[in-house]
C-alpha cells in the first residue's frame, strides 16, 4: 500500500495562512471540489470522493487517530461513476458519514498542503508528505512534517486528531 506522513489543523485566518503556504509552494494552488462518503467496514476506513465533474476515486486508508504527524496507508482506484457506486456501496455497507469541501492543492516539494474549508466544520489545514520508498521510515516523514509545520507557524494547540468525518459526527463546528 501506500504511505504517507500527514497532520491536520484547524485554521484561524486562512488568508494569512495561504500568503505562507504560497511563499514555500513550488506549485499550485489547485482547486479541488470533494464530496466523500464514508461506509461501514470491518478496519480501516473506506470513502468514496466525488470530485463532481463525473470522476472519483474509491479509497481505502488505515490511520491512527492522535494529535501531530502520523502514518496512514492507502490504495486508490479511479472510477468514472461516483453516484453509481455511491448507490451500490450504501446499499451493500451502509454510508456512515458525508464531508463536502472546497479544497486548494500546493505542493512543496514531496509534501502536499491541503487547505480546506469544510462544509459545517470551518478551515483546515492538511500537510501530507508522501513517503516514496518501500523502506523509508516514517520518523523521516515526521520530521519533514514538524518542519514545515513549524515554517507555517502551525501551533500544536491548532492540531486535531481525527478526520472531518468524525468532527463532523460530534458536531464539532468552527469555534469549538
Known amino acids: 500500500m501506500s504511505r504517507n506522513v500527514e497532520i491536520k489543523a484547524r485554521v484561524g485566518d486562512p488568508a494569512n495562512l495561504e500568503q505562507r503556504v504560497r511563499a514555500l509552494a513550488d506549485s499550485g ?13 470491518p478496519r480501516g476506513r473506506l470513502k468514496l470522493r466525488d470530485f463532481g465533474d463525473g470522476s472519483g476515486e474509491l479509497i481505502y486508508y488505515e490511520r491512527g487517530d492522535q494529535v501531530g504527524p502520523k502514518t496512514s496507508f492507502y490504495e486508490i ?9 455511491r448507490r451500490v456501496l450504501s446499499l451493500a455497507w451502509g454510508e456512515t458519514g458525508r464531508v463536502r469541501k472546497q479544497r486548494r492543492l500546493y505542493l512543496v516539494g514531496r509534501t502536499r498542503i491541503h487547505l480546506d474549508r469544510v462544509e459545517g466544520l470551518g478551515d483546515f489545514m492538511e500537510l501530507e508528505v508522501v513517503l516514496t520508498a ?6 523521516q516523514g515526521q520530521r519533514e ?24 459526527e460530534r458536531g464539532q463546528s468552527k469555534r469549538e
Do not use: H, W
Open 29 to 41: 494552488p489547485t482547486e479541488i471540489f470533494q464530496d466523500d462518503s464514508f461506509f461501514s467496514t
Open 77 to 85: 482506484a479511479p472510477t468514472a461513476e461516483p453516484g453509481q457506486l
Open 134 to 139: 518501500a523502506d523509508e521510515s516514517p520518523e
Open 145 to 168: 512534517a514538524e518542519l514545515l509545520m513549524k515554517r507555517l507557524g502551525i501551533e500544536a494547540s491548532a492540531l486535531i486528531e481525527c478526520a472531518y468525518v468524525d468532527l463532523a
